[in-house]
């Protein structure tokens, strides 16, 4: 009797250690897609990983600062009280998201505010007022929804515009899974419209 306990105990611990590594798998082929997204369009190499401290996955160039990886957890707990506001219920847990933190390409704005953002090609934008000869700056894109993954440019300083910036960009994810048509409404700022979407 004590064996078969022992083997069924065996058993049992295989079947979580297998099915967790299933898990892990999955996940980490999620995140070299995005990651391939993040370096694609930042032109960055991610040498760091880290969890905030409320559990959202980290990337970044450098080790992230302890301010930054509270801003990205203030940023996720400001939006998810917004979506529960919207009752909205759907990727609203730290770990669903992933952050890539990349190297600016600007610091100030052309109002000179300090404005930490990352150049990208201008697509749909071509010949907005964003449009700077075929690339545009943005505070942050979103990358992926599976998992909810974003590039936003590394803070220094002005911690709330990182949280706000990672509010933002979640709420594209929280919409996507949650109100698609308010999602297909909103996506697309080409067209009109910005943050803050939730109210």
């Known amino acids: 009797m004590l064996k078969l306990k022992n083997l069924l105990q065996i058993l049992v611990v295989f ?3 297998f099915s967790a590594n299933v898990f892990l798998q999955a996940q980490n082929r999620a995140d070299r897609a995005v990651l391939a997204e993040a370096e694609r369009y930042s032109k960055d190499k ?23 990886l509270a801003a990205i957890d203030k940023g996720l707990t400001d939006l998810f009280a917004v979506a529960r506001k ?3 219920n759907k990727r609203l847990n730290y770990s669903d998201y992933v952050i890539f933190i990349a190297s600016p390409d600007r610091q100030k704005n052309y109002d000179g505010n300090y404005s930490p953002d990352i150049a990208i090609g201008v697509a749909q934008y071509a010949g907005t007022d964003v449009d700077k000869g ?9 990358l992926g929804y599976n998992p909810g993954a974003f590039l936003i440019g ?3 300083q002005d911690f709330n515009r990182a949280a706000d910036v990672v509010r933002y960009e979640g709420e594209h994810i929280v919409l996507y899974h949650n109100d698609r048509r308010r999602y297909n409404e909103t996506m697309d700022h080409s067209k009109g419209g910005g943050h803050p979407i939730l109210q």
């Open 46 to 68: 991610f040498n760091f990983v880290v969890n905030s401290p409320k559990g959202a996955r980290v990337y970044g160039v450098k080790k992230p600062s302890s301010q930054m």
């Open 154 to 156: 590394e803070h220094t």
């Open 134 to 142: 075929g690339y545009m700056y943005v505070a942050g894109m979103v």
């Open 15 to 17: 079947a979580f250690v």
């Open 86 to 88: 919207n009752r909205y």
